[in-house]
């Protein structure tokens, strides 16, 4: 009882910090507008071409910049002050979305549109863990960085109930016009907000070596360490398999359940319920050698309930299939970016969040698979084998997570 009290003051000293208080209000509005810019985006694509491989390739896009330049942004993230860095994102996100909606009031609003933006949105995605997050720890310390990434994945866990109820019920009523506009003014809220930071005002010591050299030293830092590269295994197979599985929530909802959009926007929104609740209970309850455990848990929950969500036989099971699913995915969302930042010292970690944003973005290949698999099977059973192909993996690379679940190492976790 006494941890747990501990646990919930130091919480509430955190939320007192003024710069964290506005990175994780920033947090929240990206995450409400992303949530709902793609719920939007997937039904808007999905009512133009009957494709579910659209509708994934959408995300796929998404994804993109995370593989692509991911490890890049962890470099960049260090030569340039971080604040500087998350305005400049914020505001390419905006206008992204800006122009959709404008398109959209217009009636000229093509898929390609949607595609562009997904791209620019995705490089605001990608660079949220070597940049925003990185100053949270900045914010926080090390030894209070556990509890305020969950408090951060307590918000982006919000939006994901918030984000796609609005966004259909928006489109149902007005049109993608009003819906992308909302998700436009909340990024213009997040500028506002990053605006006020006072730290991440300068970039980090210059370093020797040039930005290439700099990126392979940060892609060797990911094998050479047992445990990082435990935590960069399930990264990969969670968003080779699990997170693909979300993109076809929409396609599943409208075809095999028969919900319209305001059904699909909250049947997309009911795993952010279960993450929000989770999320709660990791910030108040876990302990950091329990990190791990709950990591390599909840990627398993998760898989395995996106099973039972594809296979279940009306809309409440699946509903309760998704609220599961969310528990799991917030053990999984909360822990990557943690144990990535307290596994490496500290001059390395910008770099290493950066690589962990690699990591994430391998999942363009698990989003190319499930669109292809659902074009040939049906959503359904291409999400189902989707699903126990991760289980299948997870079970296969024991060996190379298990060093994650061992006694941590003198000296790893940062203890202020």
């Known amino acids: 009882d006494r941890v747990d009290a501990l646990e919930t003051g130091q919480a509430r000293s955190i939320l007192k910090v003024p710069d964290y208080r506005r990175l994780w209000l920033v947090g929240l509005s990206v995450s409400v507008a992303r949530w709902l810019e793609m719920l939007v985006g997937a039904v808007v694509v999905f009512q133009l071409t009957q494709s579910a491989f659209l509708v994934a390739l959408m995300m796929l896009l998404r994804l993109a910049p995370m593989g692509l330049f991911g490890a ?12 500087h860095s998350l305005l400049g994102v914020l505001l390419l996100q905006g206008a992204a979305v800006g122009g959709l909606s404008v398109l959209a009031f217009f009636g000229a609003l093509q898929v390609w549109h949607v595609a562009l933006a ?3 949105t995705g490089l605001g995605w990608a660079s949220d863990n070597p940049v925003r997050r990185m100053m949270i720890g900045e914010a926080v310390g090390a030894a209070r960085m556990g509890t305020a990434i ?6 982006n866990n919000a939006s994901r109930v918030a984000g796609p109820a609005v966004g259909g019920t928006l489109l149902a009523a ?4 009003e819906a992308f506009g909302l998700a436009c003014l909340l990024y213009l809220l997040a500028v506002g907000l990053a605006a006020g930071l006072t730290i991440g005002r300068t970039p980090a010591p210059p370093r020797a070596g040039g930005v290439m050299r700099e990126m392979r030293e940060s892609l060797a830092l990911g094998f050479r360490l047992p445990r990082l590269r435990a935590v960069m295994v399930v990264t990969v197979i969670f968003n080779l398999f699990a997170w693909p599985c979300t993109s076809m929530i929409p396609v599943i909802g409208e075809t095999a359940l028969g919900l319209g959009p305001e059904g699909v926007g909250v049947l ?14 990791i910030g108040l309850l876990a302990r950091p050698d329990r990190y791990a455990a709950i990591y390599v848990g909840g990627t398993t929950l998760y898989l395995a309930m996106m099973i039972g969500f594809a296979l279940s036989p009306g809309p409440i099971t699946a509903g309760l299939a998704l609220l599961v699913t969310g528990i799991g995915g917030a053990g999984f969302a909360t822990m990557q970016a943690t144990l990535t930042y307290l596994m490496v010292p500290p ?3 910008g770099r290493a969040l950066g690589v962990l944003s690699t990591a994430i973005g391998t999942g363009l290949l698990g989003f190319l698979q499930i669109g292809l698999l659902a074009n040939w099977l049906g959503a359904p059973a291409a999400t ?3 699903g126990a192909q991760g289980l299948l993996a997870l079970l296969i690379t024991w060996p190379l997570w298990r060093p994650m679940l061992g006694p941590e190492p003198r000296g790893t976790l940062p203890q202020s």
């Open 268 to 281: 997309a929104g009911i795993d952010g319920v279960g993450a929000l609740v989770g999320a709660a209970l």
């Open 118 to 120: 997904s791209f620019c």
């Open 72 to 83: 890049l942004l962890g470099v960049l993230a260090d030569r340039v002050p971080r604040r």
């Open 174 to 177: 007005f049109g993608a016009g």
């Open 384 to 386: 189902a084998l989707v």
């Open 150 to 155: 969950s408090l951060d994945v307590m918000g």
């Open 347 to 349: 001059e390395m970690r």
